[in-house]
């Protein structure tokens, strides 16, 4: 079983940038698409981005192509999502979850961390 922790949210005024990270246990942890969700407040959950086992591809929402960049490196057992010029739609709890990239499938998940964006 895997087990995911995120970190590095936070408050951010509108513009600014945050990275999260997404730390893994376990040696089978670079065998794993992650994924990074996100739920504002009174809306479901969301994709936002994911990147498969070893970097070469990832796929992002079209809410944050551009702006946001997820990458991984395994070595570290940590996947990080990079968010740049965030607005305060992005305000979200963010969770990491870990799967499969195609076909796309996640089976473990985060608890969460929280990202704030003023205006």
């Known amino acids: 079983q895997v087990q995911l922790v995120e970190s590095g949210g936070g408050l951010v005024q509108a513009g600014g940038s945050l990275r999260l990270s997404c730390a893994a246990s376990?040696?089978?942890?670079?065998?794993?698409?992650v994924g990074w969700f996100r739920q504002a407040p009174g809306k479901e959950r969301e994709f936002t981005a994911v990147?498969?086992?070893?970097?070469?591809?990832?796929d992002y929402t079209a809410s944050v192509k551009g702006r946001f960049t997820i990458s991984r490196d395994n070595a570290k057992n940590t996947v990080y999502l990079q968010m740049n010029s965030l607005k305060p739609e992005d305000t979200a709890v963010c969770y990491c979850?870990?799967?499969?990239?195609?076909?796309?499938?996640?089976?473990?998940w985060g608890q969460g961390t929280q990202v704030t964006v003023s205006s």
């Open positions: 376990g040696r089978t942890f670079s065998n794993y698409a």
């Open positions: 990147i498969n086992w070893n970097g070469a591809s990832a």
């Open positions: 979850a870990a799967g499969r990239f195609s076909p796309r499938r996640y089976d473990y």
